[in-house]
C-alpha cells in the first residue's frame, strides 16, 4: 500500500476519485503536503473545465448526457419484471454514488425516474441499498459463496410469476425472467442469409 492511502483513514474527507498511475495521481487534494513533507506533492489546477491527465485531456460536462440520450426507461407499468424495470436505475445509482456529479444529479435522476411512472422516493431507497452493500462489502472479508447457486429462466407473466422468487429462492436457486413477446417472435429474421463458403471467419480443414 503506498503511503499516500495510509492516511486515508485520518482524514475527514478523501477524494471520492483516486486514479494511480506510477506516480501520477488524479485526484482532489489540498492536505496532502501537510502529512509528508520529505515528498513534494505539485498539483495542476482545472482550467476551463479541463484537466490534463497523463495523455488525457480530462474535460468536465454538466450534462454527463448523451444528445441522443432520451431519458425513458421501462415505464412502471410495462409488462416486465420489477427486475429488469430497476436494472436501469440500479446503474444511474452506482453511477452516483461512484463516479462524483454535481449535486444537481441527484435531483435530476429523481426527476427522470418520476416521469417513468415511478415513485420519487425509489431513488432514496436504492441509493440506501447500495450505499449498504459498498460499506459491508468493505467492512468484511465474508464473502457470499454463490458458487452453488443455480439460476432458472423462466417466462414473465404477473400472474403466474409472483411470489415464485421466494419459494426457489428456499432452494438455492435464483429465477431470471425473460420477455416472450419480442418484436423478433412477431417478424422473425430479417436478415438475408449468407452461405457459409461467403462468410468470413477462419475455418478448420481436416486433412488425411
Not at 441522443?68 to 436494472?87: E, G
Not at 431513488?123 to 447500495?130: C, E, F, N
Not at 459463496?145 to 438455492?172: I, M
Request: glycine residues 2%; charged residues 25%; contains cysteine.
Amino acid at each position: 500500500m503506498s503511503k499516500e492511502t495510509e492516511i486515508k483513514d485520518t482524514f475527514e474527507y478523501f477524494p471520492r476519485v483516486w486514479f494511480r498511475y506510477v506516480d501520477d495521481i488524479f485526484a482532489i487534494i489540498l492536505l496532502l503536503n501537510n502529512h509528508f513533507p520529505a515528498i513534494k506533492v505539485t498539483y495542476e489546477m482545472e482550467r476551463n473545465e479541463q484537466l490534463p491527465f497523463l495523455d488525457v485531456l480530462v474535460i468536465r460536462n454538466s450534462e454527463n448526457m448523451k444528445e441522443t440520450a432520451t431519458l425513458t426507461y421501462i415505464p412502471n407499468d410495462s409488462h416486465h419484471s420489477f427486475q429488469h424495470k430497476m436494472a436501469s436505475f440500479n446503474f444511474l445509482i452506482h453511477c452516483l454514488l461512484n463516479i462524483p456529479l454535481s449535486k444537481g444529479r441527484f435531483e435530476h435522476d429523481k426527476k427522470l425516474i418520476k416521469n417513468n411512472g415511478y415513485s420519487a422516493h425509489l431513488i432514496d431507497k436504492l441509493k440506501r441499498k447500495h450505499t449498504f452493500k459498498t460499506t459491508l462489502y468493505n467492512s468484511t472479508t465474508f464473502r457470499r459463496d454463490t458458487d452453488n447457486s443455480k439460476f432458472v429462466s423462466l417466462p414473465y407473466e404477473l400472474k403466474f410469476t409472483r411470489g415464485l422468487d421466494k419459494v426457489f429462492k428456499n432452494s438455492n436457486i435464483n429465477l431470471i425472467y425473460n420477455s416472450k413477446n419480442k418484436l423478433q417472435t412477431f417478424l422473425g429474421n430479417l436478415k438475408d442469409k449468407i452461405d457459409n463458403n461467403e462468410k468470413s471467419g477462419i475455418y478448420e480443414i481436416s486433412l488425411e
